[in-house]
């Protein structure tokens, strides 16, 4: 068929065959339905519930630095929040189940000389968290049970190598005994917690580092710089595997989306627009998606879930969520929905898997720092289900709280995958409150010869002559004896016995 086609009518004006222009997409692609693509998804009604007055964490003085973190870590024990403070840097520490109004004269750990700029917890010991600090240090902390009873001045490690202030801490996915740390020097240093210094320095940066993000078993380093490179390392040898000169896309934050071989990114357009860009880890020459978010300024933080393939979208200053679901073909970003606040945000602490609240279904929860009202709001994300029993689908076998190394280990050169653990083992079947009718006597009487059964007469029953007697009588009301002359009860009067 071609695209001009003869009728075979000819036009009474001129006596010519008449050719007319067929429609080129219909020829060229005649297999192209209209009709929207139905795309089936577990996650499409996800939504974001934002926690009660008694969820929340009230009266906290988060502090007001700018440096773009998050200021908050969170883990199934504790939540932590760098605080305001004069004459160095500390931060709270709180059971994640006291919330409610917290006391001003709260003990906290107050060890560093400068203002505490990022802290992170052991993703497998609870109550091991490390921070990093002006004073060019990174400290490792032990928290006692039950959180902290006075305020805590030494740290259990004090790690010191870097020439300027720390910004950046990364614990290894898989090793318990690895952390990175990147300062203003334009240096990453790995630390050997169980030897208690450090072990190998990556310098193949030109600037300060913005992010950093590991891979599934911690093989793999992506790190974002503020020279506006995009780099992934082999971090024991410091080799940088691939990298991207973003022009066009100036990268602020990088994610590793699990084993799926890419990498997500949020940044600045060259029109200062915000944006989002997927690439391929194995080749970084140029993204396979870029997507333009919104004009606003604020940097986005992105959260991926590795479990149920989410991608998160939060913006600082502003109080909005977006979240989308990554898939391996086209679209690859697919838009879900957006969670909205009016409260702007200034960080985002984020609860590990193995805390999550199984029963209500809920796949993920952030912790968001509300700094103009002191708050600590928690925001769960819930796939609604009608069933009780567990939803095996939407909680596959996720990273637990086993370490798969030693740091021996992974600096020898090994590389394992995390130890999975279930989640059905922390499900508790939320409790039905059932309505429970009171226990009331009953009695019988005879009437018209049938055998009836009525409630007993309550307070708010009253008979309607008792009411009638009552408005009408001046004094209390009589018994039979004494009513007026001009007044006869009946022989089986309601309001008192028959004579």
């Not at 409610?100 to 802290?119: A, F, N, T």
């Not at 071989?261 to 140029?286: F, H, I, P, Y």
């Not at 199984?358 to 069933?387: D, N, Q, W």
Request: neutral net charge; contains cysteine.
């Amino acid at each position: 068929m071609g695209l001009y086609q003869k009728k075979e009518n000819v036009s009474p004006l001129c006596g010519q065959a008449v050719y007319c222009f067929t429609d080129i997409f219909t020829v060229l692609c005649p297999q192209i339905s209209w009709r929207p693509t139905y795309r089936s998804s577990k996650f499409r009604n996800v939504y974001g519930k934002a926690g009660n007055r008694e969820q929340c964490f009230d009266g906290i003085p988060i502090t007001r630095n700018v440096h773009d973190n998050h200021f908050c870590a969170v883990n199934a024990k504790f939540l932590a929040i760098v605080t305001e403070t004069a004459g160095g840097g500390s931060f709270l520490v709180i059971p994640v189940n006291k919330a409610g109004r917290i006391d001003p004269h709260q003990p906290k750990v107050c060890g560093h000389q400068g203002g505490v700029l990022d802290i992170k917890w052991n993703p497998f010991i609870d109550n091991i968290i490390a921070s990093c600090s002006e004073d060019c240090s990174v400290r490792i902390w032990e928290i006692p049970e039950g959180g902290l009873r006075r305020n805590m001045s030494e740290a259990v490690l004090e790690l010191y190598g870097h020439s300027r202030r720390v910004g950046l801490i990364e614990w290894h996915p898989t090793c318990s005994g690895i952390l990175f740390s990147a300062g203003y020097d334009f240096k990453i240093l790995i630390w050997n917690l169980e030897v208690g210094g450090p072990v190998k320095m990556i310098d193949c940066h030109s600037d300060v580092v913005l992010c950093m993000s590991f891979n599934t078993d911690g093989s793999l380093l992506a790190t974002s710089c503020k020279d506006k490179h995009l780099r992934v390392i082999e971090p024991r040898s410091g080799k940088v595997l691939q990298e991207a000169d973003c022009k066009s896309h100036r990268v602020n934050r990088v994610v590793f989306l699990g084993n799926m071989k890419r990498l997500v990114t949020t940044g600045v357009s060259r029109w200062n627009t915000r944006q989002v860009a997927l690439w391929d880890q194995e080749d970084l020459s140029m993204p396979i998606i870029e997507e333009e978010i919104d004009g606003l300024s604020g940097l986005l933080f992105p959260f991926y879930d590795s479990d149920t393939h989410m991608l998160y979208l939060a913006g600082k200053g502003d109080g909005n969520i977006r979240y989308y679901e990554v898939g391996t073909e086209k679209p690859y970003l697919q838009y879900l929905m957006e969670f909205r606040s009016p409260a702007p945000q200034k960080g985002l602490g984020v609860m590990p898997k193995h805390g999550l609240d199984v029963a209500a279904c809920e796949v993920f929860r952030f912790y968001k720092l509300v700094t103009l009202r002191g708050l600590i709001e928690p925001i769960s994300m819930i796939v609604p289900r009608r069933s009780e029993t567990y939803q095996e689908d939407i909680y596959p076998m996720t990273a637990g709280t086993e370490p798969a190394l030693t740091a021996d280990e992974w600096l020898s050169g090994m590389d394992r995958e995390p130890v999975l653990m279930s989640l059905k083992s922390g499900y508790k079947r939320p409790c039905q409150k059932a309505f429970k009718a009171p226990v009331r006597e009953r009695k019988t009487m005879v009437m018209n010869g049938l055998l009836e059964s009525i409630p007993p007469k309550t307070e708010n029953e009253v008979k309607p002559i008792d009411v009638l007697l009552y408005h009408w009588w001046p004094t209390p009301f009589p018994s039979s004896q004494s009513v007026h002359p001009g007044w006869k009860l009946p022989l089986s009067s309601p309001c008192g016995s028959s004579e």
